[in-house]
């Protein structure tokens, strides 16, 4: 596959991402109740094609660096009635994410 | 039923039970679904159409029926009793899966691993993601929208209706397959199990277990 064809990971475990605030239509894997938080790169699964794009039997390109984020849940539902400690991790693509402070 | 049940003056003739006057029930598997027809016709064009035949749709439903969660449960066990294999599992899953003798799978398998601390549970919020290779189809209630939408909002909630109590001072882990990974929880080996074989501990690990809504059986 040509380099062109897949971008580059622009994140590193340990980054802290926020979950971009956008609600495209079509299929997207993103899921809504994480749009807009924030949380921290667990690791980089690899570089993937776009389902976004493979769900309308496009070539899915260029692929796209996945990730899993952990967020914590207390960050996710404001409302959580778990422990402090309590996360949950998410398969996000790098195009919904953006760094965060 | 007592022994003179015959000599009682009832009414109910024999002409009767072998008359089958009643209406038959109705059977349940002749629904024709706006989907189902969908399936039948789409099936049915590409047999006609020669892509595949009606006996690979067969071989693909029984190699699908074939796997459960035995085949889970053989690495979650060797992992109990080798330390250097639960470092591998841990760390490349798909490979793990060949070093047991098992398929790789289609799909990167990321195992999480319980620990004194942390407990872990596996959702698909979006689907029905889950390591079919690894434990057969998943069960009706990990596709219902109840369980997505509530483990991971309420996932000790939800653990206390599946029977499993986590302390408070343990970190409970969710973990949603939105993408292009699998996922399995390592549960941790109970105690009390010292000495036992990979097929005798094999037999604790439970399909649940490894999805993360239960512990391992005890010994």
Same mark, same amino acid.
């Given at each position: 596959m040509a380099r062109a064809e897949a971008v580059e990971p622009r994140f590193q475990p340990g980054d802290r991402v926020a979950v971009r605030i956008a609600y495209p239509p079509g299929? !997207? *894997?993103?899921?809504?109740? !994480? #749009? @807009?938080k924030a949380g921290v790169v667990e690791r980089l699964c690899g570089v993937y094609g776009n389902p976004e794009e493979l769900a309308y039997a *496009?070539?899915?390109?260029p692929r796209q660096p996945l990730y899993r984020v952990r967020f914590r849940q207390g960050d996710v539902w404001? +409302?959580? @009635?778990? #422990?402090?400690g309590d996360t949950i991790d998410i398969e996000i693509f790098q195009h919904w994410l953006e760094p965060s402070p | 039923m007592t022994a003179d049940h015959h000599d +009682? +003056?009832?009414?109910?003739?024999h002409e009767h039970e072998s008359a089958h006057r009643h209406p038959p029930r109705a059977d349940l598997? +002749?629904?024709?679904?706006y989907y189902r027809a969908m399936e039948i016709a789409l099936r049915e064009l590409l047999i006609d159409k020669g892509v595949f035949t009606a006996d690979d749709v067969r071989k693909q439903v029984e190699d699908m029926d074939r796997r459960n969660p035995a085949q889970g449960a053989r690495v979650v066990a060797k992992a109990w009793v080798d330390p250097e294999y639960r470092k591998l599992l841990l760390h490349d899953g798909g490979e793990a899966c060949v070093v047991a003798g098992l398929d790789r799978g289609p799909y990167k398998l990321v195992v999480v691993e319980n620990t004194p601390d942390t407990y872990n549970v596996i959702v698909c919020t979006l689907c029905s993601c889950y390591p079919r290779w690894l434990l057969g189809l998943p069960p009706d209630w990990y596709k219902s929208r109840a369980y997505r939408s509530r483990v991971v909002r309420e996932p000790r909630a939800v653990l206390r209706e599946f029977g499993t109590e986590i302390p408070d001072d343990v970190a409970v882990r969710v973990h949603d397959s939105t993408a292009d990974m699998r996922y399995l929880v390592l549960p941790q080996r109970p105690a009390?199990?010292? @000495?036992?074989s990979e097929d005798r501990l094999a037999g604790l690990v439970s399909r649940d277990a490894m999805i993360g809504v239960s512990l391992p059986r005890r010994p």
């Open positions: 299929h !997207v *894997r993103t899921p809504y109740y !994480v #749009r @807009g *496009r070539p899915g390109l404001p +409302d959580y @009635g778990g #422990r402090a | +009682d +003056d009832h009414g109910h003739s598997d +002749d629904t024709l679904t009390g199990t010292e @000495g036992w």
